[in-house]
């Protein structure tokens, strides 16, 4: 038995450590000390065993294929008739699979998330020990799902992971549920995600209906093989996946939920927003790629709906004060790369950016937990500034992200987004689909992001780490480098933030070095006609100057940056430019009015139209069931009356009159016979002479 033998382990492992803490140490109230080692335990369990398994595979088997490991039949049904005619039975198994996706998700998702747990110790030890405990029971609980998500076989194991980290999410998002603003946050990231998640149901009926199956190997080789099913069928699944992926990866419309989602505690926004639940749409997309592949028009909607989250996005990040809702715009316009990437056929591109995007955004999500941690619980960044003498630890890993994420080289950020931007332009150069011109502006918003993200991130560095300290003196007594269960994580990440990139994904092509990128020979198999349709369209020229173009365009955002904000401690020309522009400066500090907008139609909508089903129901469905029980009621009661009246009365009065009869004849009855007799004769008497008169 080998360890990807039992790949199910991996998610069993946290779940084990969430079931202990929530059923066990919550309970009790047992120490913090037994509940973090239980929870580290599970989260570190998972993370061995997957690398353990991962190695081990790669050593031993075909990486070329997947390899499918059965647990139980989960679902069995009758035969179905399907497209085309056929009849095939319903079978789902309860399978998990491991092959270069699966292992490239497991490998970042189980030494990430295990980071977090431990920076999660230093961060939570304020808490009494049952929140302790509830806390690490979601976190492990969080893992379980997602881990359960990218190993399964088939849509619907993928989908119980799916669910799970919406649960997952509700549950930390509202961790602090006796705040109604943190239960509202959490209630709206549930509801947006039950949106998407129609879609992606639908697409789940869609598939078995078309092809017989749900397994992706199966689905994988229908569609290599086209199997007389219309292309139509690829671009309704195509759409509906997309749809799912845009409430979980937070894509526009469906983006609202993401930055509410910073009512829970930091590392659960870490967690979300670099190692799970937002990632899980980009990985759906990508190990679905077949079905986009054959879809011209759901590869574009991918592409346009994630350029344009992109930017959106970005420009809401450029004026945010809460250090958190920067980064969690900042989550927002990144998914929109990966998504702009999986949009033009590069879905290795897509899958990098996640990875590389996991360590720094991680790594900055940590690194503000560490700022707040120090000011108490302040999350506005204009009472802040100067941390940076009173934080050296937090300062330099928070920078280190910072420089990946705005895209400068050679850190982990312009590795990946440098991949997804050459993919966007060679995509225009080569007419994909027929729909060049558009992938050509797509990489210009691209373009955009990339110096508008350079901008708002160094602008929060700036702001926070740069001047003189901002929330009073009494404050500024108190700050303090965090803990060392809080730095080691960030300095680790810090590290794959810098060298991640080159490591897994070296950009050979800019040196004539073609196949020098680890995770493009890796997940080739995974990519649908992966190398099958022609030699790469970019020249080695252009290729540099888009390195060059992309470069510049972040370099400009920081040196504006650093002019609005670090040259200026008073902050006169953003200032200056706010009332200057004061519609535009509104526009984006109310993020657009989308929430107003959303308020004020599709919200005040169904409540207002669940209060008109609810008068509906209440006037006319019930006034008719009551209207009806009325005249039910009073024919009942004019039945009874007429029973009682006529009926009764009719019979009592048949009765009555024999009463009365059989009280007056009964005197004749004196019981002598001469009397008789004398009434016989008198009554004989009597016909005798009737007769005799009618005679005459």
């Given at each position: 038995m080998t360890f990807y033998d039992l790949i199910w382990l991996v998610p069993v492992f946290p779940l084990i450590g969430a079931a202990f803490n929530g059923l066990v140490?919550?309970?009790?109230?047992?120490?913090?000390?037994?509940?973090?080692?239980?929870?580290?335990l599970g989260a570190g369990a998972a993370w061995l065993w997957g690398w353990a398994a991962v190695v081990q595979w790669m050593l031993t088997e075909d990486t070329h294929r997947p390899y499918v490991v059965e647990v139980f039949s989960w679902i069995q049904g009758g035969e179905l008739a399907i497209y085309g005619g056929r009849v095939v039975p319903l079978e789902v198994a309860a399978s998990f699979q491991i092959d270069a996706l699966s292992a490239v998700m497991l490998g970042f998702v189980t030494f990430v998330g295990f980071l977090i747990h431990l920076y999660s110790v230093g961060y939570m030890h304020s808490e009494s020990d049952r929140a302790y405990a509830r806390f690490f029971s979601y976190l492990n609980l969080f893992m379980f799902a997602m881990l359960t998500l990218v190993t399964g076989s088939n849509l619907p194991v993928l989908f119980v992971g799916w669910e799970g980290v919406g649960l997952c999410s509700y549950?930390?998002?509202?961790?602090y549920f006796e705040k109604d603003w943190c239960a509202a946050a959490g209630m709206k990231a549930f509801i947006v995600n039950r949106i998407g998640d129609f879609g992606f149901l639908l697409a789940i009926f869609f598939a078995f209906f078309y092809f017989g199956t749900l397994e992706f190997a199966g689905l994988h080789e229908a569609m290599a093989a086209h199997h007389g099913v219309p292309a139509a069928a690829a671009t309704i699944i195509g759409v509906l996946l997309f749809v799912g992926a845009m409430g979980k990866s937070a894509q526009i419309p469906l983006y609202v939920w993401l930055p509410d989602a910073m009512a829970g505690p930091t590392p659960v926004s870490a967690l979300i927003h670099a190692a799970t639940m937002v990632t899980a749409g980009v990985y759906m997309v990508a190990r679905c790629n077949f079905f986009y592949q054959l879809s011209p028009t759901a590869m574009l909607t991918v592409a346009v709906v994630g350029g344009a989250t992109a930017?959106?996005?970005?420009t809401i990040g450029l004026v945010q004060n809460d250090i958190k809702k920067v980064l969690a715009y900042s989550t927002v316009s990144q998914l929109g790369y990966m998504f702009l990437a999986a949009g033009v056929g590069a879905y290795i591109a897509a899958i990098f950016h996640v990875v590389t995007h996991a360590f720094f955004k991680a790594c900055l999500?940590?690194?503000s937990g560490s700022v707040i941690h120090a000011c108490g619980g302040e999350q506005d960044m204009r009472k802040m500034g100067g941390l940076r003498k009173h934080m050296p630890t937090t300062f330099w890993t928070f920078v280190a992200a910072t420089v990946a994420i705005a895209g400068i080289p050679p850190l982990a950020g312009f590795v990946s987004k440098d991949m997804i931007l050459a993919k966007a332009f060679e995509a225009g150069l080569t007419d994909l689909n027929g729909y060049g011109t558009v992938y050509f502006l797509l990489w210009g918003l691209g373009l955009a992001g990339a110096a508008l993200t350079a901008f708002y991130m160094f602008r929060l560095v700036y702001m926070t780490f740069f001047g003189s300290f901002r929330g009073g003196e009494e404050a500024e007594h108190h700050l303090h480098e965090s803990p060392w269960t809080m730095t080691l994580p960030l300095q680790v990440l810090a590290v794959l933030s810098i060298v991640g990139?080159?490591?897994?994904?070296?950009?050979?092509?800019?040196?004539?070095?073609?196949?020098?990128?680890?995770?493009?020979?890796?997940?080739?198999?995974?990519?649908?006609?992966?190398?099958?349709?022609?030699?790469?369209?970019?020249s080695f020229?252009?290729?540099?100057?888009?390195?060059?173009?992309?470069?510049?365009?972040?370099?400009?955002?920081?040196?504006?940056?650093?002019?609005?904000?670090?040259?200026?401690?008073?902050?006169a020309k953003p200032r200056a430019l706010a009332e200057r522009f004061p519609f535009a400066y509104r526009l984006l500090l109310n993020k657009y009015w989308v929430d107003e907008l959303y308020d004020a139609t599709v919200i005040s909508g169904t409540v207002k139209g669940s209060r008109l089903l609810w008068e509906v129901d209440a006037r006319v469905v019930d006034g008719a069931v009551n209207g009806a029980a009325h005249s039910t009621v009073g024919s009942s009661f004019l039945s009874g009356v007429f029973d009682l009246k006529v009926v009764?009365?009719?019979?009592?009065?048949?009765?009555?009159?024999?009463?009365?009869?059989?009280?007056?004849?009964r005197r004749l009855q004196v019981g002598y016979a001469q009397g008789y007799a004398m009434v016989m004769v008198f009554g004989a008497a009597v016909l005798l002479g009737v007769f005799y008169l009618i005679k005459l």
């Open positions: 140490s919550n309970r009790l109230g047992l120490p913090k000390t037994v509940t973090h080692t239980v929870a580290l549950l930390l998002i509202g961790f930017v959106f996005s970005a999500f940590l690194g990139g080159l490591l897994i994904g070296f950009p050979g092509q800019l040196f004539h070095l073609e196949g020098w990128s680890l995770i493009e020979r890796f997940m080739a198999p995974v990519v649908l006609g992966h190398g099958e349709h022609g030699h790469h369209a970019v020229a252009l290729e540099w100057g888009l390195v060059v173009v992309s470069v510049a365009a972040a370099v400009a955002g920081i040196l504006v940056a650093r002019r609005f904000y670090r040259l200026d401690p008073s902050f009764d009365g009719g019979v009592n009065l048949v009765a009555r009159i024999y009463d009365v009869a059989s009280r007056a004849f």
